[in-house]
């Protein structure tokens, strides 16, 4: 396992995204919830993964529950992260911080990050709560969620202090973070998270032939046509997956991986998905597979 060492923090490159622990819209079903997934993080911590990322919202707490119970007696083994929902006023938020820390069964927080910016709130009204639950040892570190470059910087200035990472959608058919959000993060020494690195499953080339059946059917980006344009990347993606023996998901990880300030959190329905995502962490692609699958990647937005 590779780690990452960003603002004072120390944490695996391939981490755990829990979205689906308890999630009736991922279809797992009540067995995954009470078995599964705890067997998923019991490996995780097994093969060195220490970044397990989680939210009030998934499940409206049930994700934070299972993790909680999952991690009992292995807690000094993860960098635990998780979520606020910016609803409600911002006094709240201390009072959220405790209930996600009461469900996780924990007297303190890794990362605490606010999930969205408010669309009624500045972040002067909410990140001075946030610096307050870090001075008093609940949150060991700040983050945000869904943020924009400019609501990044304006959270840290209202934080008084870094706010360490920015977790955003992040993989090869989706590289705005790019832009802005990355660069930043490389020179300011701050961290990117990126969520639905699989771009949720597209790049693994499962559904290729045919869909989803759970709610992804309703995405776009799910439909025939959609994937159909998918084929030539997806090709490209099996064939340097080949010479690496690897997988066309591990090499959709390792694309990201080699990027600076920069760590993964794709979820897995299984202990052995799990363990293929992890693998991802040995795949070294090359300068040349880099280029050809960014040049390819960027066709298709054309």
Aim: net charge positive.
């Amino acid at each position: 396992m590779k780690y990452v060492e960003v603002g004072g923090a120390r944490m695996s490159a391939i981490g755990l995204g829990t979205w689906q622990f308890g999630s009736r819209e991922w279809g797992y079903g009540s067995d995954y919830a009470r078995g599964e997934a705890v067997k998923i993080v019991h490996r995780a911590l097994d093969l060195g993964v220490t970044l397990i990322d989680t939210a009030e919202i998934y499940a409206f707490g049930q994700s934070e529950r299972i993790v909680g119970e999952a991690i009992k007696g292995r807690r000094d083994q993860v960098f635990l992260a998780t979520k606020f929902f910016p609803l409600g006023l911002p006094v709240q938020v201390a009072a959220k911080a405790r209930a996600s820390a009461r469900r996780l069964g924990v007297d303190r927080i890794e990362l605490y990050q606010q999930h969205w910016a408010s669309p009624m709130f500045p972040p002067g009204a909410t990140m001075p709560r946030l610096r307050k639950l870090v001075d008093h040892g609940l949150v060991v570190h700040a983050g945000v969620s869904n943020h924009s470059l400019a609501q990044w910087q304006a959270a840290e200035a209202a934080f008084g202090g870094p706010v360490l990472s920015n977790q955003v959608r992040f993989n090869l058919l989706d590289r705005r973070p790019e832009l802005e959000l990355l660069p930043w993060a490389q020179a300011s020494g701050r961290l990117v998270v990126a969520y639905s690195p699989l771009a949720q499953g597209l790049l693994t080339g499962r559904y290729q032939d045919s869909g989803p059946r759970n709610f992804r059917r309703f995405n776009p980006a799910f439909r025939a046509a959609a994937r159909a344009k998918l084929k030539p990347l997806l090709a490209a993606m099996f064939e340097i997956a080949s010479r690496h023996q690897a997988t066309s998901s591990q090499v959709a990880l390792a694309w990201l991986l080699r990027k600076p300030n920069v760590v993964v959190i794709p979820g897995a329905s299984s202990v052995e998905q799990l363990e293929q995502n992890v693998a991802a962490s040995d795949v070294e692609l090359s300068d040349d597979d880099d280029a050809r699958l960014g040049a390819m990647a960027a066709g298709l937005r054309g």
